[in-house]
């Protein structure tokens, strides 16, 4: 590690800011920035920017740029034409990494499209099949805090690479000893040999149009009056055209609206998090509008805040696919537009709340592992089969709706809510309602998330720890409530009534406890930031039950937690 960070510190190519960066590093900082490469993981490759192997910077960014590039062009045919389309978000030196990225395709002998303007991933993944494009590119960190950026990748479907063609790319980034020896090409010259071109704003274009098939009732008047902000990213232009050209009344947090890096209006760029919520809510009672919408930086995720009863109330994730679930099925039964084999996509983190209504309609509903490139591969599989795609969606706020996409697309979320609750208006209900109607109709379905932050090379030994802890531990019964089955995804394997059965998944570092009377928990250490997620989901018989049963199995788990080895979480662990 020291020598390695020697060779960066004394390096003539090492770009200037991060050799100034580096003379101000504490011995901690250096262990954590040099003691191993960055990853990919569950949303590709992601970290803190500054100087080493460990953080997002242009000469880490370069070669992954190059295993990459090399990847495509080994797998794809006429990829040298067909080119790599590259887009990114409003985070602190995503345009320069998109140029540097570019930079290295055109010196592999192939084409680039970097975006004019920042443009959200839901777009580039569209973007690739609109283009005919070999693969594509995202330099984004999503939801996570200012000091991040990463590197996404999509195959010619604009899929995210699922594992076992990502470790073919870290096999060529791997096999690259000298990071500062990247070849990469003068853009200028690139661009006057047709090797970069710039794509406009006629894909915005392409993309809005499919987006405006979407909506169940499009020509419906419009009644519902929407608060939108981005937070500061990607979807400040394509979001509020959506909702506008779908004809509604739309009130934009004008803050919110500039694409600040530092995200200085939020503590956190995240619709999951209510907080992130606070401008829109003043706005919102300004306004009195019906529904506050809110995506991340990458325009991936959509969060929904509803009022009702004259406070605004936030939907899950879970809650929200529910709602779309049952009113996308209970359309096309009203039409008689059923599909003969439709098909639902989760994951195996999702509550089991859409499933359930689901199956109600006799749809089949499939759960892939954590992360939306599991959904756009099973999409793509079906296209040679009898099965029809009605919907893909996660716990963590992302949704299709329509397939045009291969990723979660906050985009066509957001106009498709807006038509289910401009619906439900003209009925004089809210989403909320909805929501209650469907626990009436399908049982209560309650769930509550939990992340442990544990920074560095000592949280992510703790995090490891933790899920050797539970392994080791099996547990007959958490909470006075038996321990039906355990699911360990490491080693593929479900231990159920003493007996063990093979699951048919790849390999990821998940355990899944499943409990008598309808509740589950999963340990998943996350795959794009620092933290250890634990789900918590059950099924009661009203809400106060529910949320009661929550609150003890999250005690009875936390206990375990708290008493695996060499875990100080007084001290180390932030909730």
């Not at 803190?48 to 190059?66: E, Q």
């Not at 479907?157 to 073919?168: F, H, K, T, Y």
């Not at 939907?315 to 779309?324: M, P, R, S, V, W």
């Not at 992340?451 to 531990?473: P, V, Y």
């Amino acid at each position: 590690m020291k020598k390695t960070y020697d060779v960066w510190k004394n390096h003539p190519a090492l770009d200037s800011d991060l050799k100034t960066a580096m003379e101000h590093m504490g011995e901690a900082e250096i262990e954590d920035a040099f003691y191993k490469p960055l990853e990919f993981g569950t949303g590709g490759m992601r970290g803190k920017m500054g100087p080493g192997t460990n953080r997002m910077n242009v000469h880490t960014l370069k070669k992954a740029a190059y295993g990459f590039a090399k990847y495509v062009i080994e797998h794809e045919p006429d990829a040298k034409r067909r080119g790599i389309v590259i887009a990114y978000d409003n985070r602190e030196h995503s345009d320069t990494f998109a140029w540097a990225a570019a930079s290295v395709i055109a010196a592999c002998g192939m084409r680039a499209f970097v975006f004019e303007h920042m443009r959200p991933t839901p777009l580039l993944s569209f973007a690739v099949r609109h283009q005919g494009a070999a693969g594509g590119i995202v330099i984004t960190a999503s939801h996570n805090p200012p000091e991040y950026n990463g590197f996404k990748i999509y195959d010619a479907d604009g899929c995210q690479l699922v594992p076992r063609l990502a470790d073919q790319v870290v096999e060529n980034v791997e096999a690259i000893e000298d990071v500062f020896a990247v070849p990469s090409m003068d853009t200028d010259e690139a661009r006057e040999n047709g090797l970069i071109a710039v794509l406009g704003r006629d894909i915005d274009d392409a993309y809005l149009n499919e987006v405006a098939t979407v909506p169940m009732r499009p020509e419906a008047k419009k009644t519902i009056t929407i608060v939108f902000t981005p937070l500061h990213g990607a979807c400040r232009e394509i979001g509020l055209r959506a909702l506008t050209e779908a004809g509604y009344d739309v009130v934009t947090v004008e803050e919110q609206m500039v694409p600040d890096s530092r995200f200085s209006t939020v503590k956190s760029p995240n619709p999951e998090d209510a907080s992130a919520f606070e401008y829109a809510i003043k706005y919102g009672r300004q306004h009195k509008a019906d529904v506050l919408i809110a995506t991340d930086p990458d325009g991936d995720r959509l969060g929904l805040g509803v009022l009702h009863q004259g406070e605004y109330v936030f939907l899950t994730g879970n809650q929200t696919g529910a709602i779309f679930i049952e009113s996308i099925l209970d359309h096309h039964k009203r039409l008689g537009t059923m599909p003969e084999h439709g098909i639902v996509y989760n994951t195996i983190v999702t509550s089991d709340f859409g499933a359930a209504i689901a199956h109600t309609y006799g749809v089949e509903v499939q759960s892939t592992l954590t992360g939306f490139k599991f959904i756009g591969e099973r999409m793509k599989a079906i296209e040679s089969t009898q099965k029809s795609f009605l919907m893909g969606y996660e716990e963590s706020y992302g949704y299709i709706v329509k397939d045009f996409v291969r990723d979660k697309d906050a985009v066509q979320a957001m106009v498709f809510a807006s038509d289910i609750a401009n619906r439900l208006k003209t009925e004089g209900k809210t989403l909320v309602d909805y929501l209650h109607d469907l626990y009436e109709k399908y049982g209560t379905y309650r769930e509550k998330n939990i992340n442990l932050t544990l920074d560095g090379k000592a949280g992510e030994a703790k995090i490891k720890a933790i899920m050797s802890h539970f392994r080791d531990l099996m547990p007959k019964s958490i909470a006075k409530r038996a321990v039906i089955t355990i699911e360990d995804y490491l080693k593929s394997l479900r231990y159920e009534g003493g007996n063990e059965h093979i699951i048919d998944l790849p390999k990821s570092n998940v355990i899944k406890f499943s409990l008598e009377g309808d509740a589950w928990f999963v340990l998943r250490p996350s795959g794009t930031e620092p933290k250890l997620k634990i789900y918590i989901a059950v099924k009661a018989a009203s809400i106060t039950e529910a949320d009661t049963t929550l609150r003890t199995l999250e005690e009875a788990i936390m206990e375990i937690v708290h008493d695996a080895p060499e875990a100080d979480h007084h001290k180390d662990v932030k909730q």
